[in-house]
């Protein structure tokens, strides 16, 4: 839990409940909440998707993970739906989005 706590805290979450010592934690990140909870990984770990988090900066947020060394996966850029972009991965292997819609 203290790795992801202090992962999720460098991108700016709020942690609400719990924090690095406890086994159920609770961030804030604007009017989004996100529950963590620490157990064992048991059997195979498979991609299962990712969070979307919808930001107003996501350019200011990807400077910050990219000064924290969380090493987002590529920077940020316009997709063909209409949101930018970019994916970073948390130290248990969740994929994470944040986004924010272009505007038309």
């Given amino acids: ?20 010592d406890a086994d159920f934690t609770t ?10 909870i620490a157990g064992e990984m048991t059997g195979a770990t498979r991609w299962w998707g990712r969070v979307i988090f919808y930001v107003a900066d ?15 996966h590529a920077p940020p850029r316009d997709a063909s739906w209409g949101e930018r972009f970019f994916h970073i991965t948390d130290p248990d292997g969740h994929e994470l989005s944040f986004a924010r819609p272009l505007k038309s």
């Fill in 1 to 20: 839990m203290a790795r992801s706590v202090k992962f999720y805290e460098s991108l700016g979450f709020r942690t609400r409940v719990g924090g690095k």
């Fill in 27 to 36: 961030f804030d990140l604007g009017a989004t909440s996100l529950n963590l």
């Fill in 58 to 72: 996501v350019d200011a947020l990807y400077a910050l993970a990219s000064m924290m060394a969380l090493k987002p």
